[in-house]
């Protein structure tokens, strides 16, 4: 059985072995160490082979990318993916950096990472019975809400607790705006300080689009560098929490006990996505308005269309400043957890999400590559004048612009 295993590794699978080098060899190295073929060793080395031709089909794709880059530029990736894997901060800052980078070398570097850092935890999932090891958390709530004061308490409860916390915060309002409504302030200043928290507000231009995919892709890193809670953090007033709940496998709502007028800007949808509304500092003089706003939304989420088979939606009150009922909402938050992982939903939703994500970059890409293409370029500033000044129908100026396309692709 080593003989077959050891073969095996040597021929087929040779530039492979070599591109995730101390794998094999950790690997190998048990069974080889077993003097007489045991059962166990028959099955170490079985789930071995599973797991390994799976990686061989998936780094058939990697391995094509990873021989376009020169020889430093290999040294550089297999340095940050084992400080990364090893939960070096250093490195996973490095990585983002990489995954966040605009530059076409630096992208195509990033995805040969991330493809590395994806089949390490495949493999980690595998072993840990095909259950994900991070919970993956998405917090809203308009400005001034309550978030950061929130997630600095919450996350210091985690921490405390032995949990690797991460928190991603997405602004994309900073590309429309020039300015950012997360990224600019200090903010979680304690748990900025903690080692088992990692900080890191999303970049501060691009595209929705753009944002999406960095912020996916950041969570992979994350993951991969041993943080198994992450929570990505949005301010609910624009489109990015919708994104948001594309990537999580639990949607959080924070509120603050406010009147209708200041919690206008909440969109309906954005209620609709919660899996759980937590009515913020509901302390002191805001208890009561606090109260009152969880009794409105609890008759609310009543309205709601139902999203899942096997949970409701809950309304909770919290303050972040007593510490009153942030426990409990941990609890409810495992317990949606642990439902939708009993169901099966959790693993159908993140099955979804990651072909939503595909599609996301395809439609970012193409997007972009339309625009761009020398066919459509010049013509898209004529057309765009013409259709705003009426002389010419929206419908008919799309089409010349994918006749032209479509004629020099
Ligand atoms: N009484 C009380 N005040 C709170 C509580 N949590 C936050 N605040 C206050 O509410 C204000 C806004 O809190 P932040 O945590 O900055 O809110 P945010 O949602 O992160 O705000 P943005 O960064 O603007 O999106 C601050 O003045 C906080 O001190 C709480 O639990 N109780």
Known sequence: MQGITLCSIKTSAYPVCRYFNRTVVSLVKPAQSLGAVSESCIWKTNSFLKLF?????????????????TEKEKRLLSNLYTGLISGQRACLAEAITLVESTHIRKREMAQVLLQRVL???????TLNSGEPLAFR??????????????IEFFGKTLTDEGH????????????TSGGSLLGDKTRMTELSRDMNAYIRPSPTRGTLGGVTRTTNEAIVLCEGSGYNIILVETVGVGQSEFAVADMVDMFVLL???????????????????????????ADGDLLIPARKIQTEYVSALKLLRKRSRTWNPQV????????????????????FQ?????SG???????????????NLIQENVLLHFRNHPAVKHQIPILEERVRTGTLSPGLAADMLLNAFSKSS
């Open 119 to 125: 089949s390490h935890h495949r493999e980690q999932e």
């Open 345 to 359: 939903e959790l693993i159908t939703k993140r099955r979804s999400q990651q072909r939503v994500w595909m599609w």
């Open 255 to 281: 509120l603050p006990p406010a009147g209708g007028d200041e919690l206008q800007g909440i969109k309906r949808g954005i209620v609709e996505m919660a899996d759980l509304v937590a009515i913020t500092k």
């Open 137 to 150: 958390v998405g917090l809203s709530g308009p400005p001034g809400a309550g978030k950061s004061t929130f």
């Open 164 to 175: 690797k916390v991460a928190v991603l915060a997405v602004d994309p309002s900073s590309s």
């Open 338 to 342: 642990n439902s939708m992982l009993t």
């Open 316 to 335: 909770m009150r919290i303050s972040a400043k007593t510490g009153e009922g942030i426990q409990d909402l941990w609890k409810k938050m495992l317990e």
């Open 53 to 69: 031709r799976k990686r061989l089909c998936i780094s058939a794709v990697a391995h094509q990318d990873a021989d376009n880059l």
